[in-house]
C-alpha cells in the first residue's frame, strides 16, 4: 500500500507541476501578440512571422542536437511535415496581420473557435464520433464569434474575419499533426514545422520585395522594432517550451480548459499596454465561446473516459 500511496502522489506531484507550467504558459502566451502588435506598425506581419520561426529553430536547435532527434523524422512523411509548416504560416500570417487593424483580446476572443472548429473537422476526416451535443455547442459557440466579429467588423472591415481563417489554419495543422504525431519525436517535429515556415516565409517576402505590401514587403527593422522582434521569438518559445513540459506532466483534458485563461491574461494585456477593454457586447461573445469551448472539452473527456480512449495531446 506505501508503494501505490507514494505512486499516486508522484502523479498528483507530476499533475500540479503540469497545472502550474500550463497556467504560466497561457498567461504569458498573449505577450506574443502584444510585442507582434507594436512591431506592425512598421514592420510587415509576413516578416514577424518570418522572425518568429527563425528565432524557434534558433533557441530549439540546442535541445535536439542535445538530445540527438535532429533529424528523428520518418522522412516518408517529409510532405506531412511541409504541410504543417505551411499551416502554421498561414495561421500566424493572418493573427497577425489582424492585429494592425484590431485589438489583441478580441482578436484572441475570435481565434478562440479553434476548438469548435477541430471538433467539427475531425469529425468530418477522422471520422471522430461527435454527439449532437458538442454540434450543438458547436452552433452556440460559433454564434458567440459572431457577437464578437459584428461589431469588429464595423469598427475595421473584413480583416474581423481573418482570426477565423487562423482558427481553420490551427484546426487543421492540429489534425495533421495527429497524423504524424505517434511515431516522431515532438521536439524535432516543432524543429522542422520553424524551418518549412521559416522557408515559406522567405518565398513570400522574396516575392514581395519591392511591393511596397504592408504584409509581404520587407523592410529593416529600427532598434525598437527589433526589441520588439526580439520579444514575440522569446515570449514563443517560452511559452511554446513550457506548453511542451506540462503536457508532459499532466493529461491533455486537465490542461485544456486551461486554455481559456489566455482570453483573460490578452484582456490585461491590452488594457496595460494599449488602453483597450472589450464593450460589453464583445463580453458576451466571448463568455459564450468559453462556456462552449469548456463545454465541448468536458464532454469529450467524458466521451473519452467511457470509450477507454486517452485524449491526445494538442501540439504546443
Known amino acids: 500500500m506505501t508503494g501505490i500511496s507514494a505512486n499516486l502522489a508522484t502523479r498528483s506531484n507530476d499533475v500540479s507541476f ?3 507550467l500550463m497556467v504560466i504558459a497561457v498567461l504569458i502566451s498573449p505577450l506574443i501578440d502584444i510585442f507582434a502588435k507594436l512591431a506592425i506598425t512598421t514592420v510587415p506581419s509576413a516578416e514577424i512571422t ?6 524557434q529553430m534558433l533557441f530549439i536547435l540546442p535541445i535536439v542536437v542535445v538530445r540527438g532527434t535532429l533529424f528523428d523524422l520518418t522522412w516518408k512523411k517529409t510532405g ?3 504541410l504543417r509548416g505551411g499551416l502554421l504560416v498561414v ?3 493572418s493573427f497577425i496581420t489582424t492585429l494592425k487593424a484590431m485589438e489583441v483580446a478580441d482578436a484572441i476572443a475570435i481565434f478562440f473557435v479553434e476548438p469548435i472548429i477541430l471538433t467539427i473537422l475531425g469529425s468530418i476526416f477522422l471520422k471522430e464520433t461527435i454527439g449532437w451535443r458538442r ?3 458547436c452552433g452556440v459557440g460559433f454564434f458567440g464569434a459572431l457577437l464578437v466579429i459584428q461589431p469588429s467588423m464595423q469598427e ?4 474581423a474575419l481573418l482570426p477565423v481563417v487562423s482558427a481553420f489554419g490551427l484546426a487543421i495543422f492540429l489534425l495533421v499533426t495527429r497524423m504524424v504525431a505517434q511515431n516522431e519525436d515532438p521536439w524535432s517535429m516543432q524543429f522542422h514545422a520553424g524551418v518549412w515556415g521559416a522557408l515559406f516565409c522567405a518565398v513570400l517576402l522574396y516575392m514581395g520585395d519591392g511591393t511596397g505590401s504592408e504584409i509581404f514587403d520587407p523592410v529593416m527593422p529600427d532598434m525598437t522594432a527589433s526589441l520588439y522582434l526580439l520579444g514575440v521569438g522569446v515570449t514563443a ?3 511554446g517550451v513550457l506548453g511542451v513540459y506540462a503536457y508532459r506532466a499532466a493529461p491533455a483534458s486537465v490542461l485544456a480548459p486551461l486554455q481559456y485563461l489566455e482570453i483573460v491574461s490578452a484582456t490585461i494585456f491590452g488594457w496595460l499596454v494599449f488602453d483597450h477593454l472589450p464593450d460589453a457586447l464583445k463580453w458576451l461573445g466571448i463568455a459564450i465561446i468559453i462556456g462552449s469551448g469548456l463545454y465541448i472539452i468536458w464532454r469529450e473527456r467524458r466521451v473519452n473516459k467511457t470509450a477507454g480512449i486517452a485524449p491526445v495531446s494538442p501540439a504546443i
Open 237 to 239: 518559445t517560452i511559452s
Open 50 to 55: 518570418a522572425v518568429r520561426f527563425v528565432l
Open 91 to 93: 495561421t500566424m500570417l
Open 156 to 159: 475595421v472591415g473584413w480583416i
Open 18 to 20: 503540469g497545472l502550474t
Open 135 to 137: 454540434y450543438t455547442a
Open 80 to 82: 506531412l511535415h511541409m
